[in-house]
Protein backbone atom coordinates (compact mmCIF):
# COMPACT_ATOMS: atom_id res chain seq x y z
CA UNK A 1 0.00 0.00 0.00
CA UNK A 2 1.40 3.66 -0.88
CA UNK A 3 1.31 6.83 1.74
CA UNK A 4 -1.91 8.05 1.79
CA UNK A 5 -1.86 11.99 1.60
CA UNK A 6 -4.33 14.53 1.82
CA UNK A 7 -3.16 15.54 -1.36
CA UNK A 8 -4.35 18.14 -3.81
CA UNK A 9 -4.81 15.85 -6.75
CA UNK A 10 -6.30 13.11 -4.46
CA UNK A 11 -9.10 15.70 -3.82
CA UNK A 12 -10.34 17.26 -6.86
CA UNK A 13 -9.90 14.26 -8.70
CA UNK A 14 -11.14 11.03 -6.72
CA UNK A 15 -14.32 12.84 -5.56
CA UNK A 16 -13.02 14.11 -2.20
CA UNK A 17 -11.61 10.87 -1.39
CA UNK A 18 -9.94 11.69 1.13
CA UNK A 19 -12.17 13.85 3.17
CA UNK A 20 -15.49 12.88 4.80
CA UNK A 21 -18.56 13.62 2.60
CA UNK A 22 -20.46 15.20 5.42
CA UNK A 23 -19.32 16.53 8.76
CA UNK A 24 -17.22 14.21 10.64
CA UNK A 25 -15.74 13.44 13.78
CA UNK A 26 -11.65 12.74 14.07
CA UNK A 27 -8.89 9.88 14.81
CA UNK A 28 -8.98 6.56 14.95
CA UNK A 29 -8.31 5.13 18.07
CA UNK A 30 -8.96 8.32 19.45
CA UNK A 31 -11.79 9.41 22.66
CA UNK A 32 -14.31 11.58 22.37
CA UNK A 33 -13.52 15.08 23.70
CA UNK A 34 -15.23 16.54 26.31
CA UNK A 35 -17.91 18.90 25.84
CA UNK A 36 -16.70 22.76 25.73
CA UNK A 37 -12.83 21.54 25.64
CA UNK A 38 -10.59 22.54 22.52
CA UNK A 39 -13.29 25.04 21.43
CA UNK A 40 -10.54 26.80 19.43
CA UNK A 41 -10.94 23.29 16.74
CA UNK A 42 -12.51 24.15 13.48
CA UNK A 43 -14.61 21.87 11.54
CA UNK A 44 -14.52 23.33 7.54
CA UNK A 45 -17.01 21.92 5.62
CA UNK A 46 -16.99 22.76 1.46
CA UNK A 47 -19.56 21.08 -0.37
CA UNK A 48 -19.66 17.71 0.96
CA UNK A 49 -15.73 17.72 1.71
CA UNK A 50 -14.09 18.66 5.20
CA UNK A 51 -11.13 18.83 6.91
CA UNK A 52 -10.25 20.22 10.60
CA UNK A 53 -8.53 23.02 12.02
CA UNK A 54 -7.61 25.81 14.43
CA UNK A 55 -8.79 29.25 15.33
CA UNK A 56 -5.99 31.36 15.84
CA UNK A 57 -6.80 35.09 15.74
CA UNK A 58 -10.96 36.01 16.04
CA UNK A 59 -11.04 35.87 12.55
CA UNK A 60 -8.76 33.38 10.92
CA UNK A 61 -8.63 29.62 10.80
CA UNK A 62 -5.28 27.83 10.13
CA UNK A 63 -5.29 24.83 8.54
CA UNK A 64 -3.51 22.28 5.64
CA UNK A 65 -3.03 23.91 2.15
CA UNK A 66 -4.36 20.30 1.10
CA UNK A 67 -7.98 21.24 2.20
CA UNK A 68 -8.09 23.84 -0.27
CA UNK A 69 -6.76 22.51 -3.10
CA UNK A 70 -8.68 24.21 -5.71
CA UNK A 71 -6.44 27.37 -4.16
CA UNK A 72 -3.01 26.50 -4.58
CA UNK A 73 -2.40 30.65 -4.39
CA UNK A 74 -5.19 31.61 -1.99
CA UNK A 75 -7.74 34.26 -2.72
CA UNK A 76 -11.78 33.86 -2.55
CA UNK A 77 -12.28 29.83 -2.00
CA UNK A 78 -13.59 28.39 -5.71
CA UNK A 79 -16.20 26.42 -3.76
CA UNK A 80 -18.65 27.89 -0.69
CA UNK A 81 -16.73 27.04 2.49
CA UNK A 82 -18.24 27.19 5.97
CA UNK A 83 -16.04 26.66 9.47
CA UNK A 84 -18.16 25.61 12.91
CA UNK A 85 -16.00 26.38 15.81
CA UNK A 86 -16.25 26.30 19.43
CA UNK A 87 -18.57 23.12 18.91
CA UNK A 88 -17.18 19.83 20.47
CA UNK A 89 -20.51 17.77 19.66
CA UNK A 90 -21.65 18.99 15.59
CA UNK A 91 -25.21 17.87 16.84
CA UNK A 92 -25.59 20.94 19.24
CA UNK A 93 -26.02 24.44 18.63
CA UNK A 94 -22.47 25.98 20.67
CA UNK A 95 -20.00 27.65 19.35
CA UNK A 96 -20.48 29.93 16.23
CA UNK A 97 -20.65 28.98 12.33
CA UNK A 98 -19.16 31.12 9.65
CA UNK A 99 -18.29 31.52 5.75
CA UNK A 100 -14.72 31.54 4.79
CA UNK A 101 -14.41 34.88 2.50
CA UNK A 102 -10.39 34.48 1.77
CA UNK A 103 -7.43 32.73 2.04
CA UNK A 104 -3.48 33.10 2.12
CA UNK A 105 -1.33 30.54 1.17
CA UNK A 106 2.74 29.85 3.20
CA UNK A 107 4.58 30.32 0.63
CA UNK A 108 6.73 27.82 1.98
CA UNK A 109 4.71 25.96 4.59
CA UNK A 110 2.14 23.82 3.49
CA UNK A 111 -0.51 25.55 5.65
CA UNK A 112 -3.67 28.12 4.99
CA UNK A 113 -4.92 30.53 7.16
CA UNK A 114 -8.89 30.50 6.20
CA UNK A 115 -10.70 34.09 6.94
CA UNK A 116 -13.80 34.07 8.52
CA UNK A 117 -16.84 36.30 7.60
CA UNK A 118 -17.68 37.06 11.62
CA UNK A 119 -15.67 38.13 14.88
CA UNK A 120 -15.05 35.48 17.07
CA UNK A 121 -14.83 37.03 20.55
CA UNK A 122 -15.79 34.73 22.41
CA UNK A 123 -13.76 32.10 22.08
CA UNK A 124 -9.96 32.03 22.66
CA UNK A 125 -7.80 31.77 19.79
CA UNK A 126 -4.76 29.00 20.35
CA UNK A 127 -1.55 30.46 20.82
CA UNK A 128 1.65 29.13 18.65
CA UNK A 129 4.11 27.10 21.16
CA UNK A 130 7.78 26.32 21.14
CA UNK A 131 8.98 23.82 18.44
CA UNK A 132 7.48 19.72 19.03
CA UNK A 133 10.91 17.80 20.39
CA UNK A 134 11.48 14.49 19.95
CA UNK A 135 9.95 12.17 22.19
CA UNK A 136 7.55 14.37 23.40
CA UNK A 137 3.86 13.97 23.68
CA UNK A 138 0.89 15.63 21.86
CA UNK A 139 -2.34 16.23 21.31
CA UNK A 140 -4.45 15.64 17.79
CA UNK A 141 -7.97 17.23 17.94
CA UNK A 142 -9.82 16.73 14.22
CA UNK A 143 -13.36 15.71 12.85
CA UNK A 144 -12.42 12.71 10.65
CA UNK A 145 -13.65 9.34 9.89
CA UNK A 146 -13.37 7.06 13.45
CA UNK A 147 -12.63 3.05 13.48
CA UNK A 148 -16.17 2.89 13.50
CA UNK A 149 -17.78 5.71 12.39
CA UNK A 150 -17.88 7.32 8.75
CA UNK A 151 -19.63 10.55 9.80
CA UNK A 152 -18.90 10.84 13.38
CA UNK A 153 -20.94 13.77 15.32
CA UNK A 154 -18.10 14.26 18.01
CA UNK A 155 -14.43 16.26 18.17
CA UNK A 156 -12.37 13.17 18.71
CA UNK A 157 -8.81 13.34 19.78
CA UNK A 158 -6.18 11.07 21.09
CA UNK A 159 -2.08 11.17 22.28
CA UNK A 160 0.56 10.89 20.01
CA UNK A 161 4.28 10.66 20.28
CA UNK A 162 6.94 12.74 18.51
CA UNK A 163 9.86 11.91 16.11
CA UNK A 164 12.30 13.54 14.89
CA UNK A 165 11.64 16.64 13.92
CA UNK A 166 12.47 18.47 10.48
CA UNK A 167 13.08 21.92 9.29
CA UNK A 168 9.03 22.01 7.91
CA UNK A 169 7.34 18.77 9.03
CA UNK A 170 7.92 16.42 12.48
CA UNK A 171 6.21 12.39 12.29
CA UNK A 172 3.56 11.12 14.70
CA UNK A 173 3.04 8.03 16.27
CA UNK A 174 -0.55 7.67 18.04
CA UNK A 175 -1.12 5.63 21.14
CA UNK A 176 -2.97 2.76 21.01
CA UNK A 177 -2.65 2.75 17.24
CA UNK A 178 -4.14 5.76 16.64
CA UNK A 179 -4.01 7.08 13.61
CA UNK A 180 -5.14 10.33 11.65
CA UNK A 181 -8.10 9.65 9.26
CA UNK A 182 -10.09 11.62 6.19
CA UNK A 183 -11.26 14.85 7.85
CA UNK A 184 -8.75 15.39 10.12
CA UNK A 185 -5.89 17.27 7.45
CA UNK A 186 -5.67 20.62 9.07
CA UNK A 187 -6.48 19.63 12.61
CA UNK A 188 -4.32 21.07 15.69
CA UNK A 189 -1.34 19.17 16.59
CA UNK A 190 -1.02 20.83 20.52
CA UNK A 191 0.66 20.39 23.75
CA UNK A 192 -1.30 21.26 26.84
CA UNK A 193 0.46 23.71 29.83
CA UNK A 194 -1.29 24.51 32.80
CA UNK A 195 -4.65 23.43 31.09
CA UNK A 196 -3.80 26.04 28.00
CA UNK A 197 -2.98 24.66 24.89
CA UNK A 198 -0.09 25.66 22.68
CA UNK A 199 -0.09 25.00 18.80
CA UNK A 200 2.96 23.09 17.19
CA UNK A 201 1.62 21.63 14.13
CA UNK A 202 -1.63 20.81 11.37
CA UNK A 203 -2.02 17.34 9.95
CA UNK A 204 -0.86 17.02 6.60
CA UNK A 205 -1.02 12.87 5.85
CA UNK A 206 -1.19 9.70 7.15
CA UNK A 207 -1.03 6.23 6.65
CA UNK A 208 -4.78 6.35 8.55
CA UNK A 209 -4.24 3.36 9.97
CA UNK A 210 -7.21 1.81 11.84
CA UNK A 211 -9.48 4.08 10.24
CA UNK A 212 -13.06 2.81 9.00
CA UNK A 213 -12.87 0.83 5.02
CA UNK A 214 -8.89 1.25 5.25
CA UNK A 215 -6.85 -1.67 5.36
CA UNK A 216 -3.68 -0.19 5.92
CA UNK A 217 -1.49 -1.81 8.80
CA UNK A 218 1.15 1.08 8.27
CA UNK A 219 0.77 3.73 11.18
CA UNK A 220 1.87 7.32 11.36
CA UNK A 221 0.90 10.61 10.94
CA UNK A 222 2.77 13.60 9.88
CA UNK A 223 2.03 17.29 11.16
CA UNK A 224 3.60 20.47 9.33
CA UNK A 225 5.40 22.50 12.16
CA UNK A 226 3.49 26.21 13.14
CA UNK A 227 6.20 26.82 15.69
CA UNK A 228 8.20 29.24 13.71
CA UNK A 229 4.99 30.67 11.77
CA UNK A 230 3.16 33.01 14.73
CA UNK A 231 5.03 36.53 13.41
CA UNK A 232 3.37 34.93 9.69
CA UNK A 233 0.20 34.54 11.43
CA UNK A 234 0.24 37.65 13.36
CA UNK A 235 1.13 40.18 10.13
CA UNK A 236 -1.17 38.25 8.02
CA UNK A 237 -4.34 38.26 10.54
CA UNK A 238 -3.59 41.66 11.42
CA UNK A 239 -6.30 43.37 8.74
CA UNK A 240 -7.59 46.37 8.58
CA UNK A 241 -11.17 47.18 7.64
CA UNK A 242 -13.03 50.76 6.59
CA UNK A 243 -16.26 51.68 6.26
CA UNK A 244 -17.91 55.29 5.22
CA UNK A 245 -21.13 56.64 6.38
CA UNK A 246 -21.87 60.14 5.62
CA UNK A 247 -19.07 62.21 7.16
CA UNK A 248 -16.99 59.78 8.49
CA UNK A 249 -14.74 56.87 8.10
CA UNK A 250 -14.27 53.86 10.73
CA UNK A 251 -11.47 51.57 10.56
CA UNK A 252 -11.51 48.41 12.61
CA UNK A 253 -8.76 45.53 13.18
CA UNK A 254 -9.01 42.45 14.97
CA UNK A 255 -7.32 42.36 18.54
CA UNK A 256 -3.74 40.92 18.30
CA UNK A 257 -4.08 37.93 20.44
CA UNK A 258 -2.15 36.83 23.38
CA UNK A 259 -0.09 40.05 23.40
CA UNK A 260 -1.99 41.69 26.24
CA UNK A 261 -3.36 45.55 25.80
CA UNK A 262 -1.93 47.12 22.75
CA UNK A 263 -1.53 50.36 21.42
CA UNK A 264 -2.54 51.04 17.96
CA UNK A 265 -1.50 53.90 15.57
CA UNK A 266 -3.60 54.83 12.59
CA UNK A 267 -1.91 56.45 9.59
CA UNK A 268 -4.28 58.19 6.65
CA UNK A 269 -3.81 59.69 3.29
CA UNK A 270 -5.38 60.63 0.27
CA UNK A 271 -3.08 58.99 -1.47
CA UNK A 272 -2.93 54.72 -1.19
CA UNK A 273 1.14 54.66 0.08
CA UNK A 274 0.36 55.84 3.61
CA UNK A 275 3.85 55.77 4.75
CA UNK A 276 4.05 55.18 8.39
CA UNK A 277 4.90 58.42 9.23
CA UNK A 278 3.85 60.83 12.39
CA UNK A 279 2.60 62.83 10.20
CA UNK A 280 -0.03 60.87 8.70
CA UNK A 281 -0.90 59.99 12.12
CA UNK A 282 -4.39 60.63 12.75
CA UNK A 283 -5.34 58.90 16.15
CA UNK A 284 -4.33 56.17 18.51
CA UNK A 285 -6.47 54.03 20.49
CA UNK A 286 -6.36 50.90 23.10
CA UNK A 287 -9.59 49.80 21.36
CA UNK A 288 -10.31 47.77 17.83
CA UNK A 289 -11.88 50.87 15.83
CA UNK A 290 -11.30 54.59 15.24
CA UNK A 291 -13.61 56.87 12.95
CA UNK A 292 -12.29 59.40 11.17
CA UNK A 293 -14.53 62.44 11.76
CA UNK A 294 -15.69 65.32 10.02
CA UNK A 295 -14.62 64.37 6.11
CA UNK A 296 -16.03 66.08 3.06
CA UNK A 297 -18.19 64.07 0.64
CA UNK A 298 -16.73 61.93 -2.55
CA UNK A 299 -13.32 61.82 -0.61
CA UNK A 300 -11.10 58.71 -0.96
CA UNK A 301 -9.02 57.83 2.11
CA UNK A 302 -6.40 55.52 2.49
CA UNK A 303 -5.11 53.76 6.09
CA UNK A 304 -2.99 51.68 8.09
CA UNK A 305 -3.04 50.36 11.29
CA UNK A 306 0.40 49.35 12.99
CA UNK A 307 1.05 48.16 16.29
CA UNK A 308 4.50 47.19 18.21
CA UNK A 309 4.27 44.00 20.32
CA UNK A 310 5.90 43.45 23.78
CA UNK A 311 9.28 42.02 21.72
CA UNK A 312 9.50 45.25 19.40
CA UNK A 313 8.00 43.67 16.24
CA UNK A 314 5.79 45.84 14.77
CA UNK A 315 2.72 44.77 12.57
CA UNK A 316 1.56 46.76 9.94
CA UNK A 317 -1.49 46.09 8.42
CA UNK A 318 -2.04 46.62 4.54
CA UNK A 319 -3.86 49.42 3.51
CA UNK A 320 -7.71 50.15 3.21
CA UNK A 321 -9.58 52.66 2.04
CA UNK A 322 -13.24 53.93 1.72
CA UNK A 323 -14.90 56.85 -0.51
CA UNK A 324 -17.40 58.90 1.96
CA UNK A 325 -20.56 59.33 -0.03
CA UNK A 326 -22.67 62.26 -0.66
CA UNK A 327 -25.26 61.95 2.38
CA UNK A 328 -28.62 61.89 1.16
CA UNK A 329 -31.93 63.69 1.95
CA UNK A 330 -34.34 62.42 -0.79
CA UNK A 331 -31.71 60.54 -3.32
CA UNK A 332 -34.65 58.40 -5.35
CA UNK A 333 -32.81 57.28 -7.78
CA UNK A 334 -29.28 56.66 -6.12
CA UNK A 335 -27.09 58.93 -8.40
CA UNK A 336 -25.66 61.17 -5.50
CA UNK A 337 -28.47 63.69 -6.06
CA UNK A 338 -30.84 64.53 -4.08
CA UNK A 339 -34.63 64.10 -5.52
CA UNK A 340 -37.61 65.92 -4.72
CA UNK A 341 -41.20 64.00 -3.92
CA UNK A 342 -44.81 65.35 -3.18
CA UNK A 343 -47.83 63.51 -1.42
CA UNK A 344 -51.53 64.29 -2.34
CA UNK A 345 -52.39 62.75 1.15
CA UNK A 346 -56.24 62.24 1.84
CA UNK A 347 -58.25 59.95 0.18
CA UNK A 348 -55.78 59.88 -3.09
CA UNK A 349 -52.52 59.04 -1.08
CA UNK A 350 -50.79 59.30 -4.34
CA UNK A 351 -46.63 59.94 -4.55
CA UNK A 352 -44.94 61.93 -7.71
CA UNK A 353 -41.38 62.14 -7.61
CA UNK A 354 -39.01 64.55 -9.67
CA UNK A 355 -35.37 63.60 -10.25
CA UNK A 356 -32.27 66.01 -10.12
CA UNK A 357 -30.03 66.26 -13.19
CA UNK A 358 -27.92 68.50 -11.54
CA UNK A 359 -29.60 71.44 -12.69
CA UNK A 360 -33.00 71.26 -12.72
CA UNK A 361 -35.90 68.67 -11.50
CA UNK A 362 -36.64 66.06 -14.37
CA UNK A 363 -40.54 64.94 -14.44
CA UNK A 364 -44.04 65.44 -14.52
CA UNK A 365 -46.84 63.82 -12.75
CA UNK A 366 -44.15 60.66 -12.51
CA UNK A 367 -46.41 58.57 -9.99
CA UNK A 368 -43.88 56.42 -7.85
CA UNK A 369 -46.57 54.96 -5.35
CA UNK A 370 -50.33 55.51 -5.12
CA UNK A 371 -51.54 54.51 -2.07
CA UNK A 372 -49.12 55.79 0.59
CA UNK A 373 -49.85 58.92 3.57
CA UNK A 374 -53.52 58.77 3.35
CA UNK A 375 -55.09 61.48 5.20
CA UNK A 376 -53.09 63.34 7.80
CA UNK A 377 -50.22 61.09 7.97
CA UNK A 378 -46.73 62.36 8.48
CA UNK A 379 -44.30 60.83 5.81
CA UNK A 380 -40.63 61.46 5.50
CA UNK A 381 -37.70 60.21 3.51
CA UNK A 382 -34.73 57.73 4.54
CA UNK A 383 -32.60 55.10 2.90
CA UNK A 384 -34.01 52.22 5.55
CA UNK A 385 -32.69 49.05 4.01
CA UNK A 386 -29.01 50.82 3.53
CA UNK A 387 -28.98 50.48 -0.33
CA UNK A 388 -27.78 54.28 -1.27
CA UNK A 389 -31.60 54.62 -2.62
CA UNK A 390 -33.97 56.93 -0.59
CA UNK A 391 -36.94 55.19 0.47
CA UNK A 392 -40.44 56.90 1.89
CA UNK A 393 -42.10 56.36 5.87
CA UNK A 394 -45.47 57.72 6.84
CA UNK A 395 -46.79 57.93 10.37
CA UNK A 396 -49.98 57.23 11.12
CA UNK A 397 -49.84 58.55 14.68
CA UNK A 398 -53.15 59.14 16.71
CA UNK A 399 -53.68 56.37 18.74
CA UNK A 400 -52.53 54.13 16.04
CA UNK A 401 -49.09 54.79 16.34
CA UNK A 402 -47.88 52.27 12.88
CA UNK A 403 -45.05 52.78 10.58
CA UNK A 404 -44.93 51.87 7.17
CA UNK A 405 -42.69 52.15 4.67
CA UNK A 406 -41.95 51.87 0.91
CA UNK A 407 -38.52 51.09 -0.73
CA UNK A 408 -37.06 52.70 -3.54
CA UNK A 409 -35.90 50.52 -6.41
CA UNK A 410 -34.59 53.82 -8.63
CA UNK A 411 -37.69 54.06 -10.47
CA UNK A 412 -41.17 54.14 -7.80
CA UNK A 413 -41.72 53.01 -4.24
CA UNK A 414 -41.73 48.92 -3.61
CA UNK A 415 -44.46 48.02 -1.02
CA UNK A 416 -48.06 48.65 -0.26
CA UNK A 417 -48.61 48.81 3.86
CA UNK A 418 -45.43 47.43 4.69
CA UNK A 419 -45.71 47.80 8.58
CA UNK A 420 -41.85 48.16 9.89
CA UNK A 421 -43.35 49.29 13.72
CA UNK A 422 -46.67 49.24 15.11
CA UNK A 423 -46.27 50.97 18.85
CA UNK A 424 -44.44 54.59 17.45
CA UNK A 425 -45.14 57.77 17.37
CA UNK A 426 -48.40 58.40 18.87
CA UNK A 427 -50.70 61.64 19.26
CA UNK A 428 -49.05 64.72 17.79
CA UNK A 429 -45.63 63.78 18.46
CA UNK A 430 -42.93 64.36 15.92
CA UNK A 431 -41.19 61.94 14.36
CA UNK A 432 -37.84 62.38 12.56
CA UNK A 433 -35.26 60.45 10.48
CA UNK A 434 -31.38 59.70 10.76
CA UNK A 435 -28.98 57.39 11.08
CA UNK A 436 -28.67 57.47 14.99
CA UNK A 437 -26.28 54.59 14.84
CA UNK A 438 -24.34 55.43 12.21
CA UNK A 439 -24.92 51.86 10.38
CA UNK A 440 -25.63 53.11 7.07
CA UNK A 441 -29.52 52.55 7.31
CA UNK A 442 -31.76 55.37 8.29
CA UNK A 443 -33.08 54.90 11.87
CA UNK A 444 -36.55 57.01 13.15
CA UNK A 445 -37.07 59.49 16.37
CA UNK A 446 -40.23 60.51 17.96
CA UNK A 447 -39.76 63.75 19.94
CA UNK A 448 -42.75 63.96 22.66
CA UNK A 449 -42.24 67.55 23.04
CA UNK A 450 -44.48 69.51 26.10
CA UNK A 451 -43.84 68.40 29.42
CA UNK A 452 -41.78 65.50 28.71
CA UNK A 453 -39.41 66.25 26.25
CA UNK A 454 -38.67 62.31 25.96
CA UNK A 455 -37.07 61.03 22.37
CA UNK A 456 -37.51 57.99 21.56
CA UNK A 457 -35.48 55.74 18.78
CA UNK A 458 -35.93 52.79 16.97
CA UNK A 459 -33.46 51.13 14.42
CA UNK A 460 -33.78 49.56 11.33
CA UNK A 461 -32.53 46.59 10.83
CA UNK A 462 -33.17 46.88 6.93
CA UNK A 463 -36.46 45.09 6.99
CA UNK A 464 -37.88 46.81 9.97
CA UNK A 465 -37.70 49.20 13.23
CA UNK A 466 -36.19 47.60 15.77
CA UNK A 467 -37.23 48.77 19.44
CA UNK A 468 -40.23 49.88 21.36
CA UNK A 469 -39.78 52.64 23.94
CA UNK A 470 -36.68 52.71 23.54
CA UNK A 471 -35.39 56.79 25.22
CA UNK A 472 -32.58 58.14 23.83
CA UNK A 473 -33.12 61.40 25.92
CA UNK A 474 -35.16 62.20 28.83
CA UNK A 475 -35.12 66.39 28.61
CA UNK A 476 -34.94 67.17 24.97
CA UNK A 477 -37.02 69.26 22.78
CA UNK A 478 -39.73 70.72 25.41
CA UNK A 479 -42.70 72.40 25.04
CA UNK A 480 -43.26 73.87 21.50
CA UNK A 481 -39.53 74.03 20.95
CA UNK A 482 -38.75 72.86 16.90
CA UNK A 483 -36.35 69.77 16.89
CA UNK A 484 -34.22 68.91 13.75
CA UNK A 485 -31.39 66.09 12.93
CA UNK A 486 -27.72 65.74 12.18
CA UNK A 487 -24.50 65.24 11.86
CA UNK A 488 -23.04 68.09 13.91
CA UNK A 489 -19.72 66.83 15.12
CA UNK A 490 -19.32 64.80 11.68
CA UNK A 491 -18.66 60.84 13.34
CA UNK A 492 -21.49 59.58 11.03
CA UNK A 493 -23.44 59.41 13.50
CA UNK A 494 -26.83 62.08 13.22
CA UNK A 495 -27.61 63.81 16.33
CA UNK A 496 -30.42 66.28 17.37
CA UNK A 497 -30.71 69.78 17.92
CA UNK A 498 -33.76 71.75 19.06
CA UNK A 499 -34.48 75.86 18.63
CA UNK A 500 -36.04 77.47 20.85
CA UNK A 501 -37.32 80.94 18.72
CA UNK A 502 -39.68 82.85 20.07
CA UNK A 503 -37.89 85.67 21.65
CA UNK A 504 -35.02 83.57 22.96
CA UNK A 505 -33.31 82.17 19.67
CA UNK A 506 -31.33 79.69 21.39
CA UNK A 507 -29.95 76.13 19.99
CA UNK A 508 -28.92 73.02 21.85
CA UNK A 509 -27.27 70.06 20.98
CA UNK A 510 -27.44 66.58 22.00
CA UNK A 511 -24.70 64.00 20.23
CA UNK A 512 -25.46 60.26 20.04
CA UNK A 513 -22.72 57.60 20.54
CA UNK A 514 -24.67 55.16 18.91
CA UNK A 515 -26.96 54.00 21.29
CA UNK A 516 -28.24 57.42 22.88
CA UNK A 517 -28.17 61.10 22.79
CA UNK A 518 -25.62 62.89 25.29
CA UNK A 519 -25.94 66.03 26.88
CA UNK A 520 -28.78 68.17 28.42
CA UNK A 521 -28.76 71.67 27.55
CA UNK A 522 -25.32 71.88 25.49
CA UNK A 523 -26.21 75.16 24.17
CA UNK A 524 -24.27 76.04 20.44
CA UNK A 525 -25.72 79.43 19.72
CA UNK A 526 -27.72 81.91 21.89
CA UNK A 527 -28.67 84.41 18.82
CA UNK A 528 -30.48 82.18 16.09
CA UNK A 529 -33.85 81.49 14.58
CA UNK A 530 -36.85 83.68 16.67
CA UNK A 531 -40.08 84.00 16.22
CA UNK A 532 -41.87 81.15 13.59
CA UNK A 533 -38.56 80.95 11.77
CA UNK A 534 -37.99 78.23 10.23
CA UNK A 535 -34.96 76.12 11.37
CA UNK A 536 -33.37 73.14 9.13
CA UNK A 537 -29.20 72.01 9.01
CA UNK A 538 -27.29 70.67 6.35
CA UNK A 539 -23.38 70.69 5.63
CA UNK A 540 -23.54 73.95 3.60
CA UNK A 541 -19.71 74.22 3.10
CA UNK A 542 -18.97 70.74 2.50
CA UNK A 543 -16.34 70.31 5.73
CA UNK A 544 -18.09 66.87 6.92
CA UNK A 545 -20.23 68.55 9.57
CA UNK A 546 -23.45 69.50 9.72
CA UNK A 547 -24.67 73.31 10.01
CA UNK A 548 -27.56 75.34 10.13
CA UNK A 549 -29.71 77.58 8.58
CA UNK A 550 -32.76 79.66 8.80
CA UNK A 551 -35.56 81.08 6.81
CA UNK A 552 -36.95 84.00 7.55
CA UNK A 553 -39.79 83.73 4.93
CA UNK A 554 -42.66 85.91 5.05
CA UNK A 555 -42.14 89.69 3.23
CA UNK A 556 -37.92 89.81 4.20
CA UNK A 557 -37.05 86.14 2.72
CA UNK A 558 -33.54 85.59 4.20
CA UNK A 559 -31.67 82.98 5.18
CA UNK A 560 -29.21 82.62 7.50
CA UNK A 561 -26.16 80.00 8.22
CA UNK A 562 -24.27 79.13 11.40
CA UNK A 563 -21.43 76.75 10.75
CA UNK A 564 -20.57 73.92 12.52
CA UNK A 565 -17.13 73.50 14.17
CA UNK A 566 -17.74 70.51 15.60
CA UNK A 567 -18.37 72.44 19.06
CA UNK A 568 -20.78 75.17 18.46
CA UNK A 569 -22.43 76.70 15.21
CA UNK A 570 -20.71 79.96 14.66
CA UNK A 571 -21.68 83.20 12.64
CA UNK A 572 -24.28 85.51 13.81
CA UNK A 573 -26.63 87.38 11.30
CA UNK A 574 -24.39 85.17 8.49
CA UNK A 575 -27.05 85.96 5.44
CA UNK A 576 -26.09 83.26 2.67
CA UNK A 577 -29.50 84.26 0.93
CA UNK A 578 -31.25 88.11 0.66
CA UNK A 579 -34.44 86.59 -1.60
CA UNK A 580 -35.94 83.05 -1.34
CA UNK A 581 -38.57 81.42 0.49
CA UNK A 582 -40.88 84.37 0.91
CA UNK A 583 -44.77 83.89 2.55
CA UNK A 584 -45.45 80.66 3.64
CA UNK A 585 -43.35 78.69 0.82
CA UNK A 586 -41.89 75.43 2.18
CA UNK A 587 -38.54 75.48 2.01
CA UNK A 588 -36.09 72.77 2.53
CA UNK A 589 -32.51 71.29 2.58
CA UNK A 590 -30.58 68.70 0.35
CA UNK A 591 -27.82 68.71 -2.16
CA UNK A 592 -29.82 68.49 -5.61
CA UNK A 593 -26.23 69.10 -7.46
CA UNK A 594 -24.21 66.30 -5.94
CA UNK A 595 -21.42 68.44 -5.14
CA UNK A 596 -21.03 67.29 -1.49
CA UNK A 597 -22.61 70.55 -0.19
CA UNK A 598 -26.33 71.19 0.30
CA UNK A 599 -28.48 73.63 -1.12
CA UNK A 600 -31.79 74.86 -0.78
CA UNK A 601 -34.97 74.42 -2.38
CA UNK A 602 -38.41 76.14 -1.88
CA UNK A 603 -42.05 74.95 -2.98
CA UNK A 604 -44.93 77.83 -4.00
CA UNK A 605 -47.07 75.17 -3.71
CA UNK A 606 -50.90 76.96 -3.58
CA UNK A 607 -52.02 77.46 -7.52
CA UNK A 608 -48.64 77.98 -8.71
CA UNK A 609 -46.64 75.00 -7.97
CA UNK A 610 -43.27 76.57 -8.44
CA UNK A 611 -40.24 74.93 -7.26
CA UNK A 612 -36.92 77.42 -6.76
CA UNK A 613 -33.07 75.96 -5.73
CA UNK A 614 -30.21 78.50 -4.22
CA UNK A 615 -27.18 76.39 -4.52
CA UNK A 616 -24.29 76.39 -2.11
CA UNK A 617 -21.12 77.39 -3.50
CA UNK A 618 -19.66 77.06 0.40
CA UNK A 619 -20.41 80.70 1.40
CA UNK A 620 -23.29 80.92 -0.20
CA UNK A 621 -26.59 80.24 -1.61
CA UNK A 622 -26.21 81.42 -5.13
CA UNK A 623 -29.06 82.46 -7.53
CA UNK A 624 -32.21 84.42 -7.09
CA UNK A 625 -35.41 82.74 -8.31
CA UNK A 626 -33.41 79.65 -10.22
CA UNK A 627 -36.84 77.72 -11.43
CA UNK A 628 -36.07 73.76 -10.96
CA UNK A 629 -39.75 72.90 -11.83
CA UNK A 630 -43.12 74.39 -13.10
CA UNK A 631 -45.63 71.69 -12.25
CA UNK A 632 -44.66 70.39 -9.10
CA UNK A 633 -46.52 70.21 -5.21
CA UNK A 634 -49.75 72.50 -5.60
CA UNK A 635 -52.39 73.11 -3.11
CA UNK A 636 -51.37 71.85 0.76
CA UNK A 637 -49.57 68.91 -0.66
CA UNK A 638 -46.69 67.92 1.18
CA UNK A 639 -43.04 67.61 0.13
CA UNK A 640 -40.07 66.04 1.21
CA UNK A 641 -37.70 67.00 1.70
CA UNK A 642 -39.01 69.82 3.98
CA UNK A 643 -37.12 71.78 6.71
CA UNK A 644 -39.66 70.52 9.32
CA UNK A 645 -41.15 67.10 10.01
CA UNK A 646 -44.83 69.04 10.66
CA UNK A 647 -43.75 72.57 8.94
CA UNK A 648 -46.74 72.10 5.87
Not at 14 to 21: G, I, M, R
Not at 29 to 58: H, Q, R, W
Request: proline fraction near 3%.
Amino acid sequence: MKYLRFSAVSVSVVAFSLFVLAPVKAVTGGTPVADGSYAFAAKINAEGAACSGALVASEWIITSASCFAGNPQGGVPVKPTTVTVGRTNLAGTAGRVAKVTNLVVHPSRAVMLARLDTTITDITPVSVGAAAASGEKLRLAGYGRTATEWVPDKLHSALFAVGAPTAAEFPLTGDNGADACKGDAGGAVFREVSGRAELAGVVSTSWQHGCLAVSETQQGTTATRTDDLAEWIRQQTFVATAKAVDHAITVKWAPVSGQGQLTYRIYAGEDSTVPVAEARRVGSTTGTSFTHKSLPAKKTWYYRVVTTLANGTELVSGVVSATTPIPAVSDFSGDGKDDIAVFTRGATADVYAAVSDGAKFVGNSVKWHERFATNNEVPLAGDFDGDGKTDIVTFTRGTLGDVYVALSDGGKFVGDSQQWHGDFAFGEEIPAVGDFDGDGKDDIAVFTRGTTASVYVALSDGKKFVGSGAKWHGRFAGGAEVPVVGDFDGDGKDDIACFTRGTTGDVFVAFSDGGKFVGDSLQWHGDFAFGDEIPASGDFDGDGKDDIAVFTRGTAASVYVAISNGVRFIGNAVKWHGNFAYGTELPAIGDFTGDGKADIVTYTRGTRGDVYVGVSDGAKFVGASVLWHGDFAFGEEVTVPRAFALGF
